[in-house]
């Protein structure tokens, strides 16, 4: 069969006291693909084969890199400490898939960093990860596990960073059905760079409804998400090709936040262990290849400066992989 070209595309952000917004379009034909995501290019080749795929990627940040650009301090954002940071750099990896949905891989990715881009004072510091990964793929269950280390030449971190890290989702796919995930690591020696961004709504960190995007910059960490959601609730009988689903769920989450030191981390001290806890109602609009999705959060214990609120909202709009152009012969 001949090889078709698709495209995606999604537009979106999370509102709070400091709001974000993210856009992506992107066009792959047979194993080449090519994705902007607001300010990163990506370039891969990913072939696929029966039982697994591999991929090569060349991939730039032109500034918004690891969310630099917003640190909070203290329950409020702290626009004194924010830097903008970009990267160039490659990224690769391999995966062979077993039977009864087991995977396994490896993948592994070099950057050149660019602290302060745009600025006189510059700065530039390589950074390398290696991991070997693998899981279980079904469709009410995933799990994946990750062990590696970062290599690191530069000052806001260790030379040697190991790390263990893990996730687990369970969302069966019935009318009205629970909600089951949790992410959580181990690491040592982290600094700026490779602590794990936690809080928010979007996809791209691990997440705790009400808390801004990316508020705290963790080390050692464990996180769920507990509730209901509605699995299956079709409209096809009165509106062919729209699905229509919900989540109400809890986020919970403890972690460590050490001490790092300026100008990214903490200034006045170290952190020790933390915790926070969420609330979220979301859903989810599907017609054909379209979809929206909105969440709204409330964290009411997380700590606060006056005026910033514990409340965040997401909205996204979007278009999955859709074939363009005449079928192939």
């Given at each position: 069969m001949a090889e078709v070209t698709e495209i995606h595309a999604w537009a979106g952000g999370q509102i709070d006291s400091d709001s974000h917004g993210d856009v992506t379009v992107g066009v792959r034909h047979g194993p080449l693909r090519a994705d902007l995501y607001t300010d990163t290019l990506e370039l891969a080749w990913e072939p696929q084969?029966?039982?697994?795929?591999?991929?090569?990627?060349?991939?730039?940040?032109?500034?918004?890199?690891?969310?630099?650009?917003?640190?909070?301090?203290?329950?409020?954002?702290?626009?004194?400490?924010?830097?903008?940071?970009?990267?160039?750099?490659?990224?690769?990896?391999?995966?062979?898939?077993g039977p009864h949905g087991l995977w396994g891989g490896v993948h592994g990715w070099a950057r050149e960093y660019v602290v302060g881009v745009g600025t006189p004072g510059h700065d530039e510091h390589p950074l390398a990860r290696a991991d070997i990964e693998g899981g279980v793929w079904t469709r009410p269950f995933q799990?994946?596990?990750?062990?590696?280390?970062?290599?690191?030449?530069?000052?806001?971190?260790?030379?040697?960073?190991?790390h263990l890290e893990g996730d687990a989702h369970w969302r069966p796919d019935w009318r009205v059905g629970p909600v089951a995930e949790g992410w959580g690591a181990l690491a040592w020696g982290q600094g700026e760079f490779t602590l794990t961004r936690l809080g928010g709504l979007t996809p791209y960190e691990v997440p705790l409804a009400g808390a801004a995007w990316a508020e705290w910059w963790v080390q050692d960490?464990?996180?769920?998400?507990?509730?209901?959601?509605?699995?299956?609730?079709?409209?096809?009988?009165?509106?062919?090709?729209?699905?229509?689903?919900?989540?109400?769920?809890?986020?919970?989450?403890?972690?460590?936040?050490?001490?790092?030191?300026?100008?990214?981390?903490?200034?006045?001290?170290?952190?020790?262990?933390?915790?926070?806890?969420?609330?979220?109602?979301?859903?989810?609009?599907?017609?054909?290849?379209f979809y929206t999705d909105v969440a709204l959060g409330y964290a009411p214990w997380i700590p606060r400066q006056d005026g910033v609120s514990r409340v965040s909202g997401f909205l996204r709009v979007g278009l999955d992989w859709t074939r363009v152009g005449r079928k192939p012969s």
């Open positions: 084969f029966q039982h697994g795929k591999a991929w090569i990627a060349a991939r730039g940040c032109a500034f918004a890199a690891e969310m630099m650009i917003s640190p909070w301090t203290d329950g409020a954002p702290d626009p004194g400490r924010a830097v903008p940071v970009a990267y160039v750099g490659l990224d690769a990896g391999a995966q062979r898939w799990v994946s596990a990750r062990a590696g280390v970062h290599l690191y030449a530069g000052p806001y971190g260790s030379p040697v960073e190991p960490y464990a996180a769920g998400r507990f509730g209901v959601w509605s699995g299956s609730v079709g409209m096809d009988a009165a509106v062919p090709h729209v699905l229509v689903r919900g989540t109400l769920a809890a986020d919970l989450a403890a972690f460590s936040t050490p001490y790092v030191g300026a100008p990214f981390g903490f200034p006045d001290g170290p952190r020790l262990s933390e915790g926070a806890v969420g609330f979220e109602a979301s859903g989810k609009l599907t017609y054909k290849h």
